[in-house]
């Protein structure tokens, strides 16, 4: 099993620009996450989904789109990307919705 | 605000000195968790603690969960260089988006050999 993926590891994007970070998990899971880390701030939630078709708001959704048409695949969107969204970017995985989290290895982002 | 606490931020310690985290909930917890990740890597689970006053051990690793389900601590004896990264606590909290896992800022920790 890979566990959870994540592309690309890096990506410098100008303001205003959009992008999606991929997440894919192969562990059959069903609730998945997306968190920002910014230093001393720890691991911010941003969206998460309990199953395939449900998605639900975290603590800072502002900026950011996601969706879940399958259950392996959990793609973050930026839709008008700002310095501000400047962190990296860790998607993870639960078979028992808020137990163990199986994290990927993260997606460092840029915005200038 | 950020509902889960945890002091110190930094830690530098000699190899062979005992190390302590402590996390600090504004709410009462169902569980804690906690998770290792080393520099330049990801979270890694560690241990998952439930009851209240609960104590668990992980080789040089205990972890405690207070008797209020508020607090939690992470003690490390004699460190060694392997135990280098930051440890982060996470507790489920409810605020209007529903329950969600909240991690604490994370303590890093640097062990001088």
């Known amino acids: 099993n890979a566990g959870v993926t994540q592309t690309p590891k890096f990506q410098v994007l100008k303001t205003g620009q959009s992008m999606t970070l991929q997440c894919a998990q192969d562990?059959?899971?069903?609730?998945m996450s997306w968190y920002r880390q910014d230093p001393g701030m720890g691991l911010r939630l941003i969206h998460y989904s309990v199953g395939a078709g449900i998605t639900d708001q975290g603590e800072v959704p502002n900026g950011y789109n996601v969706s879940r048409s399958t259950t392996e695949d959990f793609p973050l969107r930026l839709l008008s990307a700002a310095p501000s969204q400047t962190s990296v970017y860790f998607c993870a995985s639960s078979s028992g919705g808020l137990g163990e989290q199986f994290f990927g290895p993260g997606t460092r982002l840029t915005v200038l | 605000g950020q509902q889960v606490m945890q002091i110190p931020q930094y830690q530098h310690v000699q190899e062979g000195e005992d190390f302590t985290t402590y996390c600090n909930s504004s709410t009462t917890l169902s569980n804690i968790q906690w998770y290792k990740q080393r520099p330049g890597g990801h979270p890694v689970f560690l241990i998952q603690l439930v009851k209240s006053g609960e104590v668990k051990k992980q080789k040089r690793l205990t972890f405690q969960f207070g008797e209020a389900k508020k607090n939690s601590s992470l003690h490390i004896t004699a460190t060694q260089t392997t135990d280098v990264g930051t440890y982060f606590c996470a507790g489920i909290t409810n605020n209007n988006a529903g329950n969600m896992l909240t991690f604490g800022g994370g303590t890093r920790l640097m062990v001088k050999p």
């Open positions: 562990m059959n899971h069903e609730y």
